[in-house]
């Protein structure tokens, strides 16, 4: 009869790699240990470093029996433990007298490596090797670092240690050049989802190409996350049955609360359409279908990114997130890059602020609010760049009478060129909200036109005062006070960073 009380164990502990070639993703590191094995070049002292998740205490495991595989000849060691000695099997196990894994986290104090330091003293019991895996190593106190730094320089010839730590910026040099360093990577998001599919068939699992991409996205990096998401995954994705599993995208969002592709991209074209109306039932929808807010900006930014970097021609779908063709076509013209950036500015200063606000979905719908006007926005950069071009049209005409001549230096015509503006020139007002703001730009556009046009908007004196409204006592204080006035002038307006 079967043991109803069988431990269920976790896809991670379960697919825990057990030799090298098991390692994904860290090809340098696994070629350069393999080398140093069959060479029998055997280092006192080891660091692994990296993000968590990516193998390092499996790495070390691995290194630890192949030091001490009996499968191997006697005194020597070989890139792959056999797996199946009572060597290997007590390591996996951590069952062996001869491998001791110690979390650095807990057993920092200086006591705890004298103890290692009286321990090193005595030879291995079974294996070639005592090895001393420690995690976490920068938790480490200094004076246990000082403690364990004569150790490791001259450890008895049995003796390996095996550092890890996922802060190497934290362990003291001391120690790290007594080590030969490793730096363990991110693992790639195909190789996440290359595993996953594998684990899938191996497992009678059913289950989308773009699920499994998601959850390898997901996580970032680590296998470890992408093993923990797949588990979670796979237990509400059990069938009526209870045996069958089919893993589908669609229930990963409706369980998660994920915002699906269609309703982002249905909700940034009606904000790229100035649909404001639109752009708040889409946000209240995805908000009842029980998406977090935080989730939502989340996911709401990450579309943006991906506009901005397709507008700039990445295509790879482990960067974007999904395959290009599906991203809205509308969303993408809509805008140009700075507009776009504009857009993620938004939602990330948006992101920040829902935390410490009295009403996160106020703090969203402005966001949303936000974007359904951006492309009116126009950065401090274009702004200074309008402001300059107007400078130089009033300059030469106030010298010339008519429009500037192509070539020559703007910056020249305005130290030099007198304004002819009479002294009836309204102060320029201050301005506030978006209404105001859009006004001042309008302003400008028009004053550009006209200078597009070649009508220059100063050859009719006489019109002078009407063509030339509130900006031009600015700028022509800009023309005297130089570039700070024009960051005046720029302040005022909401929402624009003086460059
Ligand atoms: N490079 C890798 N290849 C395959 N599986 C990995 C890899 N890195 C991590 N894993 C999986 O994640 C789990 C935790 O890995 P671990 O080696 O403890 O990571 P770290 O020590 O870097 O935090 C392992 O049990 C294994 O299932
Ligand atoms: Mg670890
Ligand atoms: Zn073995």
Redesign the pocket.
């Known amino acids: 009869m079967a043991n109803p009380a069988v431990r269920y164990e976790v ?7 057990k030799t090298f070639d ?5 090809e340098f590191v696994v070629s350069t240990i393999k080398n140093s094995l069959n060479s029998g070049q055997i280092a006192h002292a080891y660091l ?1 470093s ?12 691995i290194l630890a029996r192949s030091l001490n595989c009996s499968a191997n000849d006697k005194g020597k060691v070989s890139e792959g433990p056999c797996g199946i000695c009572d060597n290997c099997r007590a390591i996996s196990q951590s069952a062996s007298m001869d491998v001791l894994e110690i979390d650095g986290a807990s057993n920092n104090s200086v006591n705890d490596v004298r103890q290692i330091k009286d321990e090193v003293l005595f030879p291995p019991q079974t294996g070639r090797y005592k090895v001393y895996i420690i ?1 976490e190593v920068h938790m480490l106190s200094t004076s246990a670092f000082n403690a364990l730094l004569k150790t490791i320089e001259e450890p008895p010839p049995y003796i390996v240690f095996i550092f ?1 730590t ?1 802060e190497l910026h934290k362990v003291p040099a001391t120690i790290k050049s007594r080590c030969q360093q490793f730096n ?1 990577r991110l ?1 790639p998001v195909e ?1 996440i989802q290359g ?1 996953l599919k594998k684990i899938c068939a191996e497992n009678g699992i059913k289950a989308d190409d773009d699920a499994l991409f998601w959850i390898a996205r997901e996580s970032t990096g ?6 923990t998401l797949f588990d979670q995954v796979v237990s509400f994705s059990r069938g009526d049955d209870g045996a069958s599993v089919y893993i589908r995208s669609e229930l990963i969002r409706e369980k998660l609360g994920i915002i699906g592709l269609e309703k982002l991209n249905a909700l940034a074209e009606a904000c790229a359409a100035n649909d404001a109306p639109l752009s708040f039932a889409l946000t209240d929808e995805i908000l009842g279908s029980g998406v977090a807010i935080e989730q939502f900006i989340i996911d709401f930014s990450g579309y943006y990114r991906s506009l901005l970097l397709l507008k700039n021609g990445v295509t790879r779908e482990s960067i974007l997130g999904y395959r290009p063709a599906l991203f809205s076509l509308k969303a993408l013209e809509a805008y140009d890059s700075i507009r776009l950036e504009q857009a993620l500015d938004i939602l990330l200063d948006c992101y920040r602020d829902v935390r410490y606000s009295v009403s996160p979905r106020f703090e969203l719908e402005t966001a949303v609010s936000k974007l359904t006007w951006l492309n009116k926005w126009v950065s401090p950069a274009e702004l200074k760049e309008a402001i300059d071009d107007a400078r130089s049209v009033m300059a030469s005409a106030g010298k010339t009478g008519a429009a500037p001549k192509a070539g020559v230096s703007r910056n020249d015509e305005v130290q030099t060129a007198p304004v002819s503006f009479s002294s009836e020139v309204p102060a320029p007002k201050s301005y506030n909200g978006a209404d105001d703001k859009r006004s001042l730009t309008d302003e400008f556009n028009r004053m550009l036109a006209a200078k597009g046009n070649n009508q220059g908007i100063s050859s009719e004196p006489s019109n002078q005062e009407e063509d030339v409204p509130m900006w031009s006592s600015a700028v022509r204080k800009t023309q005297n006070e130089n570039i700070p006035e024009v960051e005046n002038v720029l302040s005022v307006i909401p929402g624009t960073i003086v460059p």
């Open positions: 896809t991670a502990t379960r697919y825990r790699p098991e390692l994904a993703g860290q692994f990296g993000p968590r998740g990516c193998g390092k205490t499996s790495a070390a495991r995690d890890a996922t363990f693992i190789t595993i680590s296998m470890r996350d992408a093993f």
